[in-house]
Antibody, heavy 117, light 106 residues
Framework: QVQLQQWGAGLLKPSETLSLTCGVY????????WSWIRQPPGKGLEWIGE???????YYNPSLRSRVAISVDSSKKQFSLKVTSVTATDTAVYYC???????????WGQGALVTVSS | DIQMTQSPSAMSASVGDRVTITCRAS??????LDWFQQKPGKVPKRLIH???SLESGVPSRFSGSGSGTEFTLTISSLQPEDFATYYC?????????FGQGTKLEI
């Protein structure tokens, strides 16, 4: 059974870069699709982007200019970077993944990232 | 982008009630739709995959139906633990998009 565990800095100042990593345990890594999703406090869920098993990336247009998702297959990890953060980037960030057609089967535990001066 | 419109955005119901939540897509998404339940401070839990496939371990009072542009999540007999917020998610095309959520209250 695949389990996802995520980590990263929880408090940032405006203009800094958000960096989160998600580790994949207990199952396969290759051939999977890996996503990031976020949820501002008291609001709904927003899909940020995905990296496919072949390394192709797809991003939400609302964030595309500031977001990068990458993988390190040797460590069975994938990462999210969001540059030039502002208070509107304050949210709980989730990593998620799955096989083709079942892209968000597995979820990480979530990580609150707060942007404040 | 495909817009997902959920209705209602909030509703009140009682234990034992039958509840239906609707999600409408702005274009045909076939059956590429999941339903999630989220309780405060918790990770979203997937209830339904591919419009109508019940996740393992999810009570049979939950069911999903629909294809194309209109989908429903039905809870046949509400239990106290079902009071939560529900979201639909389309993954037919990028960017994947969630509905705005339906808050189900007592």
């Amino acid at each position: 059974q695949v389990q996802l565990q995520q980590w990263g800095a929880g408090l940032l100042k405006p203009s800094e870069t958000l960096s989160l990593t998600c580790g994949v345990y207990g199952g396969s890594f290759r051939g999977y699709y890996w996503s990031w999703i976020r949820q501002p406090p008291g609001k709904g869920l927003e899909w940020i982007g995905e990296i496919t098993h072949s390394g192709s990336t797809y991003y939400n247009p609302s964030l595309r200019s500031r977001v990068a998702i990458s993988v390190d297959s040797s460590k069975k990890q994938f990462s999210l970077k969001v540059t030039s953060v502002t208070a509107t980037d304050t949210a709980v960030y989730y990593c998620a993944g799955g096989i083709f057609g079942d892209f968000v089967h597995y979820w990480g535990q979530g990580a609150l990232v707060t942007v404040s001066s | 982008d495909i817009q997902m419109t959920q209705s209602p955005s909030a509703m009140s119901a009682s234990v034992g009630d039958r509840v239906t939540i609707t999600c409408r897509a702005s274009q045909d998404i076939s059956e590429f739709l999941d339903w999630f339940q989220q309780k405060p401070g918790k990770v979203p839990k997937r209830l339904i995959h591919a419009a109508s496939s019940l996740e393992s371990g999810v009570p049979s009072r939950f069911s999903g139906s629909g294809s194309g542009t209109e989908f429903t999540l039905t809870i046949s007999s509400l239990q106290p633990e079902d009071f939560a917020t529900y979201y639909c998610l389309q993954y037919k095309s990028y960017p994947y998009t969630f509905g705005q959520g339906t808050k189900l209250e007592i």
